[in-house]
């Protein structure tokens, strides 16, 4: 866990990064670690669509991003569908954006034909 010191053992989750490793460093004694610092690509869409399945069959598939299920950021307090920041963001600020929003319909379609073009939009984001 990046929030856990590998040195002193404290956790922070306020760790000063050095872009330049890129590095995490431990604001209580100084120690600072590598990580992999990876573009933040995020499949979104209505429950039931099918975006843990893909992420599922993304793992492995693409090197150039970790693929991680949304549902482990998801508290009850977020549980508002009005109050969702995303949702608002989106709105606001999706045609505007870089990477480019890519609009999927998957019905009828494949799991794994949906997952190599979600592969695909993963590796068009990140050459540009
Ligand atoms: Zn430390």
Request: hydrophobic share 40%; with cysteine.
């Amino acid at each position: 866990m990046i929030n856990v010191c590998f040195n002193c053992g404290q956790y922070h989750a306020d760790k000063i990064i050095d872009p330049e490793g890129p590095y995490a460093i431990c604001p209580a004694c100084g120690y600072k670690h590598a990580f992999r610092q990876l573009p933040l690509l995020m499949l979104a869409g209505a429950s039931g669509v099918g975006k843990s399945t893909v992420g599922w069959h993304l793992a492995g598939r693409v090197k150039e991003a970790i693929v991680l299920d949304a549902d482990i950021l998801w508290r009850p307090e977020f549980n508002k569908p009005e109050d969702i920041r995303i949702n608002r963001w989106l709105q606001e600020s999706g045609g505007e954006i870089e990477p480019r929003i890519a609009l999927l319909n998957t019905t009828g379609v494949a799991v794994e034909q949906t997952a190599r073009q979600v592969a695909l939009w993963i590796s068009e984001c990140i050459k540009d």
